[in-house]
RNA sequence: GGGCCUGUAGCUUAGUCAGGUAGAGCGCCGGGCUUUUAACCCGGUGGCCGGGGGUUCGAAUCCCCUCAGGCCCGCCA
């Protein structure tokens, strides 16, 4: 069973109304791995709804969690605003400088996320945190933690281990300067918190208004009974012994709420990097990651894995290798012939559920996504066909597609242009058409091969060009030179590309074009 | 120092919770296919399940020890 619908199926048993949650903190760009921390939980909101169960989806962005350092992709002039929270601080511009505030901080990092979610079926139900501390929704909590003060400190230091400061206090007010750093709590009235600042100016937090925040273990612990978050999957940083998710469960409870099971789920490393983080650039973002892949095989790629499993992004050839088991799944799933053995068929139900959890849109036919067009045979179009209407003439011609492409299939052919253009496309997929006989394929082909490309060139200068005279003069010339049509194939794609094996020979020559083939061919 | 995850075929891995003859995909090798979508079909190759010990009629699976890799323990998914 795949472990979206373990997960659905352990929610059910718990009863009641799920409500799955993710939660990051919009410090900078994101990137890859906060895919991760979204899919993890929305995948387990959609296998709830599979099941019947009834089911919400939120994602709560951390914005009143405070700058914690001016990153390398901000200016210097960032210094003033550490401490403060993400919503209340103006966005960069281009240059790293604060911007003229029209944007926040948050937001500027949170729009082309949340475009991004779009883009692979993800339709959140936003929550800003910062609101929730405007509206007032936290500050019944923020009043128990505050009279159960000492338990709280009594849980953290038993389960972290951590030494709490003599005067640690629940509740972080803002100072007078907007920052939540080195204010002093000097007292608790109800609703009023008092305080001194750095600057040695006093005042007071309305904890019904967004006058401060509590620190991260009891904010995280509140917003579940609040919300009524069932499930909420964390990255494995806060699963650790002693760990945000340890200290939350019995906060949570102490706050009255009926806090989640614990779901941890590992991080996404990038191929050969280690763990990707937004403070040091060492990341690639959703953005990018969707110019190149396919939605559904970038959901693919976390569904198919083990929740508890590291994730190697690759967008090298690896991709092909996903695309591929994913085409074949789709167009080939495993039927259970009543001969599988317990194991096979738990294998096969993973698979089928991985692929049903890919689709962008829930409940899409797996079939439509594929479009009727493997990812490696768009690769080869893409490459040998300059113009977009070729490809589309092309598809038509071999029976692909009829007609006009439909949408999809448009934007999948321009990740796919993008990709082949990058940095990231794979050596090993590029063709490169040979101007000449090389040494190499020389040595590859013995008499028999070099015979057959002599009579193919004579047949082809006299043909017409077109895709099935091409085929049949390939056939022709195997027969004629003596050699099975698989070494004939093999000859051609020596000679055209320096591999053993390519794309359909007659459609490569047929676009290459006669006079660079014979040109080709004439050393033979 | 405390803790978590992982180690199974050349590669990616399933199976570990509920012990019962080690499965799959890719790759590779051979064959087939008188249009090769890097396709498809048939056959084959390939594992002392990281190592050692224990429990058991029986261990990849449970227990103990050990080695290796990755990670977490101020904030970070």
Not at 48 to 63: H, T
Not at 138 to 155: H, L, Q
Not at 361 to 384: K, Y
């Amino acid at each position: 069973m795949h472990w979206a619908d373990y997960t659905a199926q352990k929610l059910m048993e718990r009863g009641g109304k799920q409500v799955s949650a993710s939660g990051i903190t919009p410090s900078g760009e994101f990137h890859i791995g906060h895919l991760r921390e979204i899919l993890s939980a929305e995948m387990i909101h959609r296998a709830c709804l599979d099941a019947g169960i009834e089911s919400k989806y939120i994602f709560i962005v951390d914005s009143m969690d405070p700058l914690r350092r001016v990153y390398d992709f901000l200016s210097p002039e960032y210094e003033r605003y550490i401490g403060h929270p993400l919503a209340y601080i103006p966005a960069p511009g281009s240059d790293g400088k604060p911007s003229d505030g029209s944007a926040t901080y948050a937001d500027h990092f949170l729009g082309p996320f949340l475009n991004a979610l779009e883009q692979i079926g993800v339709c959140p139900e936003v929550v800003m945190n910062h609101e929730t501390y405007e509206s007032g929704e936290f500050a019944e909590y923020i009043d128990t933690a505050i009279s159960k003060k000492e338990e709280i400190r009594r849980i953290i230091q038993e389960i972290s281990g951590r030494e709490l400061a003599d005067d640690w206090f629940p509740y972080n007010p803002m100072g007078s300067d907007g920052s939540l750093d080195g204010v002093t709590v000097m007292g608790y009235e109800k609703p009023f918190v008092h305080w001194i600042d750095s600057l040695g100016v006093e005042g007071r937090s309305d904890i019904r208004k967004g006058e401060g925040k509590m620190p991260w273990r009891i904010d995280w612990a509140a917003r579940w009974a609040i919300h009524g978050i069932t499930c909420e999957p964390a990255g494995k940083d806060h699963g650790a012994a002693g760990g945000s998710y340890d200290t939350g469960i019995p906060i949570c409870k102490l706050l009255g709420g009926e806090p989640p099971d614990k779901i941890v789920y590992e991080w996404i490393q990038l191929k050969g990097m280690g763990p990707m983080s937004s403070s040091t650039g060492l990341t690639i973002g959703p953005m990018e990651a969707l110019s190149l892949v396919p939605p559904e095989i970038l959901r693919y790629v976390v569904a198919r894995s083990k929740i508890n499993r590291h994730i190697e992004f690759d967008t090298g050839s690896a991709l092909f290798q996903t695309a591929d088991e994913y085409e074949r799944l789709v167009s080939n799933p495993i039927a259970d012939d009543g001969e599988m053995t317990k194991r096979q068929l738990v294998a096969a139900q993973t698979q089928s559920g991985a692929i049903r959890l890919s689709q962008v849109e829930a409940g899409a036919n797996p079939s439509d996504s594929v479009g009727g067009v493997s990812f490696r045979h768009l690769s080869m179009l893409a490459q040998i066909k300059a113009s977009d209407a070729d490809v589309w003439k092309s598809l038509n011609r071999s029976g692909h597609i009829q007609g006009a492409p439909r949408e999809s299939l448009v934007v999948r052919l321009a990740r796919m242009r993008t990709w082949i253009d990058g940095p990231h496309f794979p050596e090993g997929a590029k063709l490169e058409i040979r101007r000449e006989l090389s040494d190499e394929a020389r040595g590859k082909l013995d008499e028999g091969g070099m015979d057959f490309l002599s009579v193919l060139s004579s047949l082809l200068s006299e043909c017409e060009w077109g895709d099935e005279q091409i085929s049949e003069a390939i056939s022709n010339a195997c027969e004629s030179a003596g050699i099975p049509r698989r070494k004939g194939y093999a000859s051609i794609y020596w000679a055209l590309i320096g591999r053993s094996f390519g794309p359909k020979a007659s459609s490569l020559l047929c676009e290459i074009g006669r006079e660079r083939i014979l040109s080709l061919l004439g050393g033979a």
